[in-house]
C-alpha cells in the first residue's frame, strides 16, 4: 500500500499551487462571478495551455496527458484550495468522461477541443421532477429523419451559461440517450436563462421545444446512456470530494490562524478549551475526508458496483466533513465569517453547494445501504469486490508506508 | 395545570384570525412569507406596525398603562402563531421588545413621554449599538469612548453589527465614560439621534448579499446628557437587563413549527432521492420528525420561562438555553429547507425574496427569471443568514459558559 504521490503527480501538484497562488486572485474572480461573465477565459486558456491540465485524465489520441484518478485528486484539491469558479470539474471530468466512453468522431473532435481550452461542454441532466435522479428523465427524443427532435426542459444544468456545447440527456425509443448541443448552432428551438448560484458559479434552465439536431448528436449508442451517466456522476463526486478537501484544508487553517489572532476577555480565543476541542474537531472531520477521498480515487477505475459503492461512502463523508467544518468556520469566525469581506464566507457558500451536488450525503448513504444488502443478496459481488482489491494492492507493492509518512 | 386552550383562547384565536384576514394586504403576507432572515423589508414592516398599532397590538408585551394589551401568556402564544402562519412581515425588535422595556424600567419621564409613544408609531425607529470591531463576545470591554462636557457627551468610536444602522434615526448604545477596576464600570447606556453630525455608517455585505447589518463610526459626536439612559457610568445594569430580554423574551417555537410544516409540506412535491417524493424518504422524514419534536418541547419551554416571567420572575439563565435551543433548530430547519428545496435550492435569486436589506451587487436574469417557486429562492438565503442565530446576541459558546456557571453552578 502507497499513499506516495510520483515524481510527475508532485510536479504537477507544485506547479499548479504555484500558478493558482500568484495568478487566481479570490477578489478578482468574485468580481467578475457579480458583474462580469461569470469567468475568467484568460484563466481557462492558462489552464489548457500553460498547465495542461484540461487534458489531464483525457487519453494521449485527443490531445490529453492519460493520467488517472491519482492526477484528477491532485488538480481538483488544489482548484479547490483556491476556490476556483471555472468549469473544470462539469467540462474536463463529467463532459469529458462522458464523451470518451461515447467515442465516435463527434465526441473525439470535441474533446480536442476541451483539451486545447475552445469548448466548454455542460451536462444537462436535472429535471425538476425527478430532482437528482438522472436516470427518470422525462425530456423526450423522437426521430424525424434524419433528424432528433429534443421537447422538455432541464433545471440547474450548472457551468451551462458558459458552455459552447451541452450534453443533455433525453428518453428516446430505445431508452435514455445522451446528445450532443452545440449551442450557436441551436436555434429557437433551445432557450437557456443563466443565473448565478450561492457559490458563485453559474447554472442555466433549459427549454426544448421542437429543438432540431442533426443524427450525428446521438452520442453513444441509443437507449444505453445510463451506465455511463452512472460513472460520470460517480466521477464528478469523487471530483468535487477531493476540491472539498481543498476547501476545507484552507478554512481550516484560516480559522486556526484568526482564533490565535482574535482577542477576547485579554487572550486569543484559541486559548479557550471549547474552541481548540472544536477546532481539533474540524481537523479530525477533514482527515477522514481526505482518507474518503482515497478510498474513492483509488476505485474509481473498479467495476461499476465497487465504485460506485467507494464513491458514495467517500460523498457521504465529505458531505459530512464539509458541513460541520463550514458552518464551524463560520461559528468561529463570529459575524465576520458571515460577511463577503473574509474569505471564510465565500468558502463556506461552496462547502454548502457541494453537499447537494452529485448527489446529497443522504442519497449517498442511501445508496451505500443499498449497494452492501445487494452484496449481501449476491456474494460474488462481494468476492469480486474482494478479488479487485487485492489486484489494486498487488499493482502497487512498492512500499507499506502509514498514511502519515 | 393543563395545556388546553379554553373557549374564550379559542375565542381569541378567532378574533386574530378575522383580524389577520382583513388586514394582512396580500403585499405584506408575500413580504412575510419570503423574509430571508428574522428581519423583513423594512417598509413591509413598517406598515404592518401601523396597521396594529391601529388596533392597539403594536406592542402586546408592554404594560397596559404604555400602550400593551391585557393578554394572558396563551394569548401572546396564539397572537405570534397565528401571525406567522398568516405570514406578516416581522416587526424589528430593536424598539418595542428591547430598548422601550429599558425605558420602562429605568427612563425619566420625559424619556418614556418622548420615546414610548413614538415607538409605537414607527416614528422612532431605534438601532443597537453595542458590538465593537474588538468587543463582540467580550462586551464589556467596549471603548467607543464619551467625554463629558457640560451638558453633553462627546463620542468617538465605532460600533459593529448594528442592523439597520441606515433605516434609524435613534440608536442605543453603550459607550465608555470612564476606566474602573472591573471593565463593567464606567460604561453608559445612550440613546444617540442618527442625524446628529459626525455619523458614518459603511453597510456590510453579507454572504447572503444582503446589506442588513453595518459598521458605524462616530467622530466627536455630541450626545445631551437627557438622552442617557440610568445613571452615567451604570449602563451595564441596563444592558444585562435588556440582554435578557433579548435573550428570552419571546416565543420561537411558534415561527419554528410554522417553518417545519411549510418543510413538511413542500417535501410533499419535491422528487426525492430514492424514487417518489422526498417526504417518503425515511432519512428525510426522520429527520424532520425530529426537529419537530424538538419545536413542541420548545414549545413547552418556553411557556415556563413565560409563566415565571409573568411572575414577576427574571428568566435568567433560562433565558440562556432558550435562545441555545432556538437558533439551534432554527439553523437545523433553514438546512433542511434547503435540502428540500433540491438543485433549485444552490441558484442565487434574491430577486425573487423579499430581504431584510437592499442587494446591490446583483443583477437578476431577463425579464425577473426565476428558476422554480420563490419559497426555494429563499431557502439558500435564509440558510445562510441564520447561520447568525448561534452568533448574535451572546455566542452560543458565551451562552453555555453562561450555563455552566449560573445553572450548574461550574
Known sequence: ?405 | MDLQWSAADAAFRDEVRNFLDKKLTPELRTAGRLMTSVYADHDASMKWQRILHERGWAAPAWPVEYGGCEWSLTQHYIFSRESTLAGAPSLSPMGIRMVAHAIIAFGTDEQKDYFLPRILTGEVFFCQGYSEPEAGSDLASLSMSAVDDGDHLVSTGSKIWTTHAREANWMFGLVRTSRGQKKQHGITFVLIDMRSPGIGIRPLVMTSGEEVQNQVFFDEVRVPKANVLGDIDDGWTVAKYLLEFERGGGASSPALQVMAEEIATAAAEIPGPGGGVLIDDPAFARKLADAHIRTEVLEILEYRVLAAVAEGKNPGAASSMLKVIATELSQTLTEMAMEAAGPRGRAYQPHATRPGGPVTEFEPPPDGYVSGEPWQAVAPLRYLNDRAGSIYAGSNEIQRNILAKAALGL
Not at chain 1, 19 to 33: A, I, P, Q
Not at chain 1, 161 to 189: C, K, W, Y
Not at chain 1, 250 to 274: H, M, N, P, W
Open chain 1, 1 to 405: 500500500m502507497d499513499f506516495k504521490l510520483s515524481k510527475e503527480q508532485e510536479l504537477l501538484r507544485d506547479g499548479l499551487t504555484k500558478f493558482l497562488s500568484t495568478r487566481y486572485d479570490l477578489e478578482k474572480s468574485r468580481s467578475v462571478v457579480k458583474t462580469g461573465a461569470g469567468w475568467r477565459p484568460e484563466i481557462w486558456r492558462a489552464f489548457a495551455e500553460e498547465l495542461g491540465i484540461l487534458g489531464a485524465t483525457l487519453p494521449e489520441d485527443v490531445g490529453g496527458t492519460g493520467g488517472g484518478p491519482v492526477e484528477l485528486m491532485v488538480i481538483t484539491e488544489a482548484l479547490g484550495h483556491a476556490l476556483v469558479i471555472e468549469p473544470y470539474v462539469d467540462t474536463m471530468v463529467v463532459a469529458g468522461g462522458l464523451l470518451r466512453r461515447a467515442g465516435g468522431e463527434e465526441a473525439t473532435s470535441l474533446l480536442e477541443k476541451i483539451v486545447a481550452g475552445t469548448a466548454i461542454v455542460a451536462l444537462a441532466a436535472t429535471e425538476a421532477e425527478s430532482g437528482d435522479r438522472w436516470q427518470d428523465v422525462v425530456t423526450s427524443a423522437e426521430r424525424d429523419g434524419d433528424a432528433w427532435i429534443l421537447q422538455g426542459r432541464k433545471a440547474v444544468a450548472m457551468s451551462a451559461p458558459l458552455a459552447t456545447h451541452l450534453l443533455v440527456t433525453a428518453r428516446a425509443p430505445d431508452g435514455v440517450s445522451l446528445f450532443l448541443v452545440d449551442v450557436e448552432a441551436a436555434g429557437a428551438g433551445l432557450s437557456l436563462t443563466g443565473y448565478r448560484t450561492i457559490d458563485d458559479r453559474r447554472a442555466a434552465d433549459l427549454v426544448m421545444d421542437g429543438l432540431r439536431l442533426p443524427t450525428r448528436s446521438l452520442i453513444g449508442e441509443a437507449g444505453q446512456a445510463l451506465p455511463s451517466l452512472e460513472q460520470a456522476r460517480d466521477e464528478g463526486a469523487a471530483a468535487i470530494c477531493s476540491e472539498a478537501v481543498g476547501c476545507m484544508r484552507k478554512v481550516l487553517a484560516d480559522t486556526v490562524e484568526y482564533c490565535k489572532q482574535r482577542q477576547q476577555f485579554g487572550v486569543s480565543i484559541g486559548s479557550f478549551q471549547v474552541l481548540q476541542h472544536r477546532m481539533v474537531d474540524m481537523y479530525i472531520e477533514l482527515e477522514q475526508a481526505v482518507a474518503a477521498v482515497f478510498l474513492a480515487v483509488l476505485h474509481l477505475e473498479d467495476k461499476a458496483e465497487v465504485r460506485a459503492r467507494s464513491v458514495s461512502a467517500a460523498k457521504a463523508t465529505v458531505g459530512r466533513a464539509a458541513r460541520f467544518v463550514g458552518q464551524q468556520a463560520v461559528q468561529l469566525h463570529g459575524g465576520m465569517g458571515m460577511t463577503e469581506e473574509l474569505a471564510i464566507g465565500h468558502y463556506f457558500k461552496r462547502l454548502t453547494a457541494m453537499q447537494f451536488e452529485f448527489g446529497t450525503t443522504d442519497h449517498h448513504i442511501g445508496r451505500y445501504a443499498q449497494l452492501s444488502r445487494a452484496a449481501e443478496v449476491a456474494p460474488q459481488t462481494v468476492e469480486s469486490a474482494e478479488r479487485s482489491h487485492s489486484r489494486k494492492l498487488s499493482r502497487s507493492p512498492r512500499s507499506f508506508d502509514s498514511p502519515a509518512s
